[in-house]
Each structure stands twice: as C-alpha cells, then as structure tokens.
C-alpha cells in the first residue's frame, strides 16, 4: 500500500465511520480466517475506525499457526516476534442486524511494510482470481450452508432444537421466528438468499446464496455463518457447522458452487461437450476431479471431517462427476430448461465447513488453472451412487474413493504442485503443521470423542 493509498482509505474510513455512528453502530468486528477454519476478530470501536482503515488494526501472525481447539502447533511462522495488519476490505462494511451496536468488515492480512503477508488466504484467493481473468475468464461462486439448531441442553449432548421430519413444513414451523429473522437478517446485510430449508439431519438447516465474485462469495460465508449463530443466540438457541454431529450420521456440508465465463457468456452452458460444457469448462473440472485427494486437505481440512465423508451420504467420496448426481464428489448443475446459460456450475461436494473459505477458493481455482492450462479432459460421467458399483466397475471407471483420514488427504497436498504452488512455501508448512498437529491430537480417539471436541468450535 503507497501513501496515496492510505491517504484515500483513512478519509474513506472517516466517511463510513461518520455514517456508522449515524446508525448507532459503535463498533467494528474485523475478521480473518485461520489456517484451521476458524474466523478469528478484533473489534474497532467507530471513532478508531478512520486509522484502522489508513493503518490496519494489529494482529499476530501466530493466529496462522492455530488449530481449531486454540493450541499453536510448532512452526517457525508461529513467531511470538513481528506484527501483522488486518486491513478492512471498506467495500464489504455492514451494519449486523443481530449484533446491534456491531458492523462487520472482513479483512486481508498486510505485513507492517503494507505488502501482502504470504499466510494471507483473502489475498490468496484474489490472486487466484486475477489468473482466471488472464485466461479471460470472469469467476462466480456460492457457497451452501448448513448447520444443526439445539435448543440448549447438555453440551455433551445437545438437543435439537427441532423434532419435525427431515425437509419437514413441520420444522420449519417449530422455529419460524428464528428462520424468518434470520432471513431478514440476512437481507438487511445485502446478502442474497436464495432458498432456506430443513435438511436431512435432526436439527438441520440448509441456506444458499446467490453466486458472487469469488472472494466476495468466501466473504458472504463468513458473514452468513455469523449472522445464523448471532440470530440464533438471540432466540436462545446454539448452532453447530461442523462437519459431523453424530456417528455414522449425515453431517453439514458447506459445498462450493462456481462457474465462469468469457466475454459475459457461462462456459458451463451452450458448448459442444457432454451436457452443454464447454472444452474450458470440462478442462477446469478435470484440474479439480484430478486433484481431489489433495484439494481434502483444505476442503476436508479437520479429522472430523472424515466422519461426515461417509458413502451414500450425500458428502460426495468417491472421486468422479455426474450430472446432478448427488453422491459424486463433482456435480455439474445444469438448472432447467431455458436457465442454463444462468444457472449452469461446477459443485464440489466433498468440502464442509471447517475449511477457510478463502483458502478452499483459492485452491479448487488452481485447481481448475491447472487443468485449464493442461486442457485436461473428463472421464465418463457417473450417472448412479458410486457406491453401488462393484469394485470392478469402479477400478474399470476409474472412480476412486477418496482419502478417509486427514492424514492421507495431507501426504496428497504435499505431493501435490498445483496447490503448494500456488499456496508458496509458508502457507505449505503452516498448513502441514497446522493439520498434523490436529491429527496428532486426535490418534486413537473415537468417533463420539472428536465430535464432541469439534462440536462447538465451527
Ligand atoms: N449434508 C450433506 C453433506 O454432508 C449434503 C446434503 C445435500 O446434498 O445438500 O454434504
Ligand atoms: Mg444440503
């Protein structure tokens, strides 16, 4: 950052501040990701906003060697010395309808010389995005949310706060001042809700959004999971995004959705492979169904998460693609009839929501890069449940399961160039420590053990 720069962001900050304390907003919550997927704050009060926004607000960069349960695995960028600066993205400044007296601002991670910190994940992901459009291509993503409502109870073993059937009007009707508050929440934020639903697990919801640039996609996460938590507590209830709540249980996803396009037109629609795809298109997702393996390890990235990546799940295990087919762990989504050049996309489902936002963006775009540059082709699609194909099938279709232990997705990463490539050796080690220190922690425990452990943290 030059001076003009700081120049123009310090008076920009003193203007929102001004209309901030208008709207009896007194302070700032300014937000990262970390390494282990946890959104980490500090708050700015308004009348310290105008020098937080010119100088950044100051932040250790130890927070990129924590792990999900708060401990600091071993690493030489898990520096007690040095100093690093949240700067807020001003364009994404929001009043919280649930927090009153609170506005929200997510961040990028600046060294104090105002270069970008190499552990910086929004910066990464924006990075990531500029190559797309050096191919000329415009990215949109989304992602879906879901999460279990428990009414209270006992933390070791929640009730939830629900008790209709799965996708059940019944459910719905048990907390409808909770959900319609939380959906006027949202759209007081200026986030785009598509639809809200009761999902298959007891206590579970799911929330989707409308596609955005990328980066702003990871953002409206961030901030959708805050607002679904801070309604929440204000109707007395808790929530839980992580990946899995019960043994042998359907857990939450958080599936990533994108597409792009070039010269306005979605390369997901209109082209001349199968379904509609373009050959840019099917490159992209042949870099990512390739990479797979690797890519769990910042899209499954807790060992909770292998709980939730059971087969005939809906979590997506077995590395292949169909068309809307649910259980392969890339979906093309085609929409109907008439909407395609809109609605048509890439989902990943073998992803939940212990993964930093950002970092998973940036990695299934690399991804994608690759095999856009490799012009890598798709095998055949999978048109039932990989799981009910014989083992000769599957060796025959090339349909492999995916890692079922963090510790197999984590030897993928690190033998994987695309992605420590494009992460650079710091976020690499970061990263592998990070993990490994979660996997030591949880060898040997069980099922019941790591999900109460895992609970309450996402
Ligand atoms: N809850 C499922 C998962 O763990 C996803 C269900 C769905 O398809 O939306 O990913
Ligand atoms: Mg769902």
Redesign the pocket.
């Known amino acids: 950052m030059d001076d003009q720069e700081r120049t123009e962001r310090t008076a920009r900050g003193h203007r929102i501040a001004e209309s901030l304390a208008e709207r009896d907003v007194n302070a700032v919550a300014v937000t990262f990701v970390d390494t282990s997927g946890i959104a980490r704050v500090k708050g700015v009060p308004t009348g310290a906003f105008e020098r937080a926004a010119g100088w950044g607000v100051g932040a250790t960069p130890v927070f990129d060697a924590f792990g999900a349960d708060d401990s600091i695995a071993s690493t030489p960028v898990a520096n007690p010395a040095g100093d690093l600066r949240l700067l807020p993205d001003l364009d994404r400044v929001v009043p919280l309808a649930a927090q009153p007296g609170w506005a929200w601002a997510p961040a990028d991670r600046l060294t104090q010389d105002g270069a970008a910190h190499p552990g910086c994940t929004r910066q990464l992901a924006s990075r990531m995005v500029d190559r797309m459009a050096e191919h000329g291509l415009t990215a949109r993503s989304a992602f879906?949310v879901?999460w279990i409502v428990y009414a209270g109870g006992n933390p070791d073993d929640p009730v939830p706060a629900v008790a209709g059937p799965a996708y059940g009007m019944t459910r719905l009707i048990e907390v409808s001042d909770y959900t319609v508050d939380l959906l006027r929440a949202l759209a007081g934020q200026g986030v785009d809700v598509l639809q809200l639903h009761p999902?298959?697990s007891p206590g579970q919801f799911?929330l989707s959004v409308a596609a955005e640039s990328p980066v702003a996609a990871a953002d409206t996460a961030v901030l959708v999971r805050t607002t679904i938590r801070a309604v929440a507590a204000r109707h007395g209830l808790a929530v839980s995004f992580a990946p899995a709540v019960f043994p042998g249980g359907?857990?939450?996803?958080g599936?990533l959705h994108l597409s792009f396009a070039r010269d306005g037109r979605n390369l997901f629609a209109g082209g001349d492979r199968r379904f509609g795809l373009t050959e840019d298109a099917e490159a992209f997702m042949a870099g990512v169904l390739a990479r797979l393996p690797a890519l769990l390890a910042v899209g499954a990235p807790s060992v909770a998460s292998y709980l939730?990546l059971l087969p005939s799940?809906?979590?997506g295990t077995f590395a292949c693609w169909g068309l809307e087919n649910?259980e392969a762990a890339v979906r093309l989504v085609t929409g109907s009839v008439g909407e395609h050049d809109t609605a048509a996309n890439v989902e990943v489902?073998c992803i939940d929501q212990s993964a930093n936002p950002y970092l998973l963006t940036a990695a299934v775009l690399a991804a994608g890069l690759a095999g856009l540059e490799e012009r890598a082709v798709l095998p055949e699609p999978v048109q039932q449940d990989p799981a009910a194909l014989s083992e000769g099938e599957r060796v025959e279709r090339g349909v492999t399961r995916l890692p079922t232990a963090l510790a197999d997705s984590l030897a993928a990463f690190a033998a994987e160039p695309t992605l420590t490539g494009a992460f650079g050796p710091e976020l690499t080690e970061t990263l592998l420590a990070v993990r490994q220190a979660e996997i030591d922690k949880f060898a040997g425990a069980s099922p019941e053990k790591i999900i109460a452990a895992t609970r309450w943290r996402y």
């Open positions: 879906e879901e999902e298959y799911e359907v857990g939450n996803g599936h939730r799940h809906w979590a649910r489902k």
